[in-house]
């Protein structure tokens, strides 16, 4: 198994770009063994402090580790992105970033030292001391190249990206959108739990080891990314994004994409609807990476009678 390391220099980006130059390349089908840093991209440390938090270098945040080129994969195409292993460090951070967030310019700034043991996440001393949190790891950042231009690390947009979606955890699918040749996926930015929206503008924000299987899937795209995620709380769920300037924009799309996600399994367009009324869960994904923001309409494969979408 090719392994592609985040630790090393030449491995990172910190723009979304339709020029980068591959950092592996893999066959249709084929499994790599992935290196991620934390989104502070190896700046903080266990023994850090809120003081440490001022002197952060603001353009290496979200570094992002790739591209992969995929051989075989064209515009038009999906990129389906399987996780099949991930696993996270033993401690973590979050941070109250004055200037970032839904709140922002309302707090101090502050940083958040988490320990990782057994499956909870724990703080140090008396901030929030007695809760227990429990980790759901997955990464915040998986995108393709875009059609062209270039891009920040930060807003998501139409081929994935920073969108903090909590749905991929080990066990999910994830579809991209492929806008040019090799698809170039970059990944990073792994969490070990984060709610949705991600209110202060950080999880709990770790490093990470992971084996992504990367497959092409021909001949159809789709505007906004999709994903299939294993058993949570209604049991396995398909789930079609909306990424935009506004919540109305992004939930409209989000509703449009799922509408034709229905559409796929034989539903009618009036059916699509009123099934994303009366059993699709609207969430807020991400709502802190400006300007654009993330709606996710999740529907339960338990309503849909053993129906599957192309290309699940």
Known sequence: MQILDGRRPENLHFRWSADLKPALRLQDGETFHLIAPD?????????????????????????????????????????RVDVVDLKIGFWGWSAIISDFGFLKNRFQQRLVIWDIDGGYATTRGDFLKGVRVPVSP????MGVAPADGSYGMIPPQYFGGNMDNKLHVKGSSV???????????????????QGDGEICGTAIEVTAEADLRLSVVKGRTIPFPRSLSPPFNRGEVFSAYG???????????????????????????DEAYVLCSVAGDMRVSEIVDEPNIVVTMAIPAEVVGGRRPWPY
């Open 39 to 79: 989104s502070s991209t190896w700046q903080l440390t266990a023994d850090s402090t809120t003081e440490d938090l001022g002197k952060i270098d603001a353009e290496r945040l979200d570094g992002a580790v790739g591209p992969v080129f995929v051989e075989g994969a064209e515009p038009g195409d999906l990129l």
């Open 138 to 141: 997955f990464f915040g950042v």
């Open 175 to 193: 579809f991209l959108p492929v806008s040019r040749k090799g698809a170039m996926l970059s990944v990073s930015d792994p969490h070990a739990s």
């Open 243 to 269: 990424i935009g300037r506004n919540l109305e924009c992004a939930a409209s799309a989000a509703v449009e994409n799922a509408i034709k996600m229905l559409s796929e399994m034989g539903f009618s367009m």
